[in-house]
């Protein structure tokens, strides 16, 4: 089955680029039937969308980021990366990388993000 | 953004009750809504997908309803795993946006 697994360094300092890899076993992620997808939780909070990407490499972010993020596939190693720059302690937060299916119905497709990696938690600290 | 509020925010609830929890879209969004549950220091879960369609391996007492701007999921006769925090989510459009949660906590 599709599994997704994240990783990276768990603490960045203030202003500099925090980097996520999130590898991906059981499907290719050259796969169409998939976005991938990152998404954060600030401790004790709710869940926030960060942005996705396609298999033909298109993406889509977040507008309350202001641009920090971007998003990219790496097909010979089976995995997508997240870059956020200029961070502060408010992206302090788990980040999960997840894969959004779809089925098509009558004449419109329908999305949700399985399977989620477990989460990595990154703080955001001199 | 579609804003998407659930109420409540919490609920106690005693072993083989009912559960429902709404979750209300700032603009019709068809059908194009899910639900997930999340336990502490887990991963979230899908359970409904496309407003009632029940996730593969999620147990049958789990279910949705709604269309437009109001759902609805119900939980028939909760179980003590299902004691969780539980989200909505709308696939209408991006950015992809959840409801602030619903924590089920033991009465």
């Known amino acids: 089955q599709v599994q997704l697994q994240e990783s990276g360094p768990g603490l960045v300092k203030p202003s500099q680029t925090l980097s996520l890899t999130c590898t991906v076993s059981g499907v290719s992620i050259s796969s169409d039937s998939y976005y991938w997808t990152w998404i954060r939780q600030p401790a004790g909070k709710g869940l926030e969308w960060i942005g996705r990407?396609?298999?033909?490499?298109?993406?889509n972010y977040n507008p309350s980021l202001k641009s920090r993020a971007t998003i990219s596939l790496d097909t010979s190693k089976n995995q997508f990366s997240l870059k956020l720059s200029s961070v502060t302690a408010a992206d302090t937060a788990v980040y999960y990388c997840?894969?959004?299916?779809?089925?098509?119905?009558?004449?419109?497709?329908?999305?949700?993000?399985?399977?989620w990696g477990q989460g990595t938690l990154v703080t955001v600290s001199s | 953004d579609i804003q998407m509020t659930q109420s409540p925010s919490s609920l106690s609830i005693s072993v083989g009750d009912r559960v429902t929890i709404t979750c209300r879209a700032s603009?019709?969004?068809?059908?194009?809504l899910n639900w997930y549950q999340q336990r502490p220091g887990k991963a979230p879960k899908v359970l409904i997908y496309?407003?009632?369609s029940l996730q593969s391996g999620v147990p049958s007492r789990f279910s949705g309803s709604g269309s437009g701007t109001d759902f609805t999921l119900t939980i028939s006769s909760l179980q003590p795993e299902d004691f969780a925090t539980y989200y909505c989510q709308q696939s209408y459009t991006t950015p992809r946006t959840f409801g602030q949660g619903t924590r089920v906590e033991v009465k």
């Open positions: 997840a894969s959004e299916p779809y089925f098509y119905d009558n004449s419109d497709f329908y999305y949700w993000f399985d399977p």
């Open positions: 603009q019709s969004i068809n059908r194009f």
């Open positions: 990407i396609s298999t033909s490499d298109i993406t």
């Open positions: 496309a407003a009632s």
